[in-house]
């Protein structure tokens, strides 16, 4: 203790000197517009630099989980072409039909900053404008839903979480497609509720909930969750508890749709709306 | 020693005043600025202890900073200036040190010592002032060339100054 303060009684000349300094900088910062705008820029380019740099080593820790996953898709996918291959009349193949179109397209990108333990999460991904992203498209992962893009730069895309409170969701049950709202619980990051569900629906524990393709952003049937726990509270409609089936913790790869008729569907609905 | 003193805070704010209403207005092409008030922390007698000399020209950067919208600017380039003098003196002092009583003054020294002397320092204020403005190093020769020319200029001042007001 007695030699710390000699240490500083020695030195208050530079101690000093670098108070001032340090205090003079911080009133730079802080109050010079120019000075501030060049400050950000640096920290954030900073910022970015190093995420991706630690992005980069923990995805190759994490390559085999990535690898069972990525095989796993690929397996579900070759089971439904296998199922096309038996449903689909070869007849139809032939038939050209010129109004027909592509209703959605997936981009992949790699998560670069993600988080689960606020109550207004957002995540980010490593494509953007220049990748044709644009504010407002759905992003989905093979485990289910993810979020929506807020805004994009030209090599970045914001997303809205799933795990942020102003984001909720169109959902359906997929055994009877009563249709609800699915917003998070904001305590767990694998907990959820669905709303504006009547009381007279046969519910049961394990019931799989999707999405119901109203809002034109989420294409039909994507993964939301599980069916928990739920109960009535008194009302007109059920209290119920999900478990969200994606699991944000280890997010890695992304799927950002496109929904090709979206612009077509909203000019109509604002049409009914006058 | 209270006349010393009442002299120096006098010309503290004489000098402030000088430098928002008139120097501040003089600007060639936007290439040499002078920053004439700087002159204070040149002034100050050898015996000034340490923090009272930092915490005087912090005082006087802020005050110019104040005025000009330049909050914090001035106040880190005359903070460095005061920390780089003593360094200063002591490069620049005579063989057997200064005598006590005498002050860095022209008429006490001579053109040569005192020119050496108030160049370094004005040089650094500048610097650290010019470079802080930019806030970058990507156009470092031109402002490297504005710090040299406002060097030049500032230095011209106070020099002839000392020949007419500031002669005690």
Redesign the interface.
């Known amino acids: 203790m007695r030699n710390l303060l000699r240490i500083i009684i020695n030195n208050?000349?530079l101690l000093?000197?670098l108070i001032?300094?340090i205090?003079?900088?911080?009133?730079?910062?802080?109050?010079?517009n120019?000075?501030q705008g060049?400050?950000y820029n640096v920290s954030q380019n900073l910022h970015g630099y190093f995420s991706r740099k630690k992005e980069k080593f923990f995805q190759y820790l994490s390559l085999r989980e990535i690898n069972l996953e990525l095989a796993d898709e690929n397996a579900k996918l070759k089971n439904q072409l296998e199922q096309l291959k038996l449903t689909t009349p070869t007849k139809l193949i032939s038939i050209k039909d010129t109004t027909h179109k592509q209703m959605y397209s997936y981009i992949t990108a790699k998560v670069v900053n993600n988080s689960v333990n606020k109550q207004y999460n957002y995540l980010m991904v490593d494509k953007g404008s220049l990748d044709s992203i644009k504010p407002e498209m759905a992003v989905i992962s093979p485990n289910g839903v993810v979020g929506i893009v807020e805004s994009v730069t030209d090599h970045y895309a914001l997303i809205i979480s799933l795990l942020n409170r102003n984001l909720k969701v169109s959902a359906k049950i997929k055994k009877n497609n009563y249709f609800g709202a699915f917003e998070w619980s904001g305590t767990s990051y694998n907990k959820g509720h669905l709303t504006d569900i009547p009381l007279h629906v046969k519910l049961e524990k394990g019931d799989t909930i999707i999405t119901s393709g109203y809002s034109a952003t989420f294409p039909e049937g994507v993964l939301l969750g599980y069916i928990t726990d739920f109960s009535d509270p008194g009302g007109n409609f059920f209290n119920i508890d999900l478990e969200i089936s994606n699991d944000f913790k280890k997010l890695n790869y992304v799927y950002i749709v496109t929904c090709f008729r979206k612009e077509e569907q909203k000019k109509l609905e604002l049409k009914a709306k006058q | 020693m209270i006349r010393s003193l009442v002299k120096y805070i006098i010309s503290f704010f004489a000098l402030i005043f000088l430098q928002i209403l008139v120097f501040n207005n003089i600007q060639f092409s936007g290439f040499i600025n002078p920053y004439f008030y700087v002159l204070f922390i040149i002034l100050l007698p050898f015996e000034t202890p340490?923090?009272l000399l930092?915490?005087t020209s912090?005082l006087l950067?802020?005050s110019v900073?104040v005025f000009t919208h330049?909050?914090?600017?001035h106040?880190?380039a005359c903070?460095?200036m005061?920390?780089i003098r003593?360094t200063i003196l002591k490069t620049f002092s005579p063989r057997d040190g200064y005598e006590s009583g005498t002050m860095p003054r022209l008429s006490i020294f001579g053109l040569e010592w005192f020119a050496k002397y108030a160049l370094i320092l004005i040089f650094t204020h500048h610097m650290v002032l010019f470079y802080?403005e930019m806030?970058?190093f990507s156009d470092f020769f031109y402002t490297f060339l504005r710090v040299i020319l406002s060097t030049i200029f500032t230095g011209l001042l106070v020099v002839i100054s000392q020949y007419f007001v500031f002669r005690r």
């Open positions: 208050q000349f000093l000197f001032f300094e205090l003079s900088y911080s009133f730079v910062v802080r109050n010079n120019y000075q060049r400050y | 340490g923090w930092l915490t912090f950067g802020i900073d330049t909050l914090g600017m106040a880190a903070t460095f005061a920390f003593p802080t806030f970058r």
